[in-house]
């Protein structure tokens, strides 16, 4: 290996041009909680007066060990047509005019934590009582 190969190579090891960018970087990630991605720090960095390009940024979040959260994707229920349709009785006419005449349900799903939960309550349409549920 020639001599100033084995210097050049020397000073460039040494020296970490993005050492600045990479504390800023993480002090953004840390600020946010984790919930800023490549994309948001680099916007973060730009308005601060620190010109870089994303793709850097994310070789540098990559290399520092920084990951953003992943935001779960909202549940929903309608898929299309999904077995038998029930035929419409109420026709949309949502008034009842003694008790116990419409009974109305529905499921509901909740997330909570890990888990899943359903909800469903009976609602008699003469006065808005939910009369069960489970």
């Given at each position: 290996?020639?001599?100033?190969?084995?210097?050049?190579?020397?000073?460039?090891?040494?020296?970490?041009?993005?050492?600045?960018?990479?504390?800023?970087?993480?002090?953004?990630?840390?600020?946010?909680?984790g919930?800023?991605?490549?994309?948001?720090?680099?916007?973060?960095?730009?308005?601060?007066?620190?010109?870089?390009?994303?793709?850097?940024?994310?070789?540098?979040?990559?290399?520092?060990?920084?990951?953003?959260?992943?935001?779960?994707?909202?549940?929903?229920?309608?898929?299309?047509?999904?077995?038998?349709?029930?035929?419409?009785?109420?026709?949309?006419?949502?008034?009842?005019?003694?008790?116990?005449?419409?009974?109305?349900?529905?499921?509901?799903?909740?997330?909570?934590?890990?888990q899943?939960?359903?909800l469903?309550?009976?609602?008699?349409?003469?006065?808005?009582?939910?009369?069960?549920?489970?």
């Amino acid at each position: 290996m020639a001599r100033s190969s084995f210097y050049y190579y020397l000073k460039r090891s040494k020296t970490d041009k993005y050492l600045e960018v990479k504390i800023l970087i993480t002090k953004i990630f840390h600020k946010h909680k984790g919930r800023y991605g490549y994309r948001r720090i680099t916007d973060e960095l730009r308005k601060s007066g620190t010109i870089i390009n994303h793709k850097t940024v994310l070789k540098l979040m990559n290399s520092l060990g920084l990951k953003s959260l992943i935001l779960r994707k909202k549940y929903k229920s309608y898929k299309g047509e999904q077995g038998k349709i029930a035929p419409n009785i109420l026709k949309r006419v949502f008034k009842a005019n003694r008790p116990n005449q419409k009974w109305v349900t529905d499921i509901t799903e909740f997330k909570v934590g890990n888990q899943k939960l359903y909800l469903s309550p009976i609602l008699d349409l003469y006065n808005q009582v939910i009369i069960s549920y489970d």
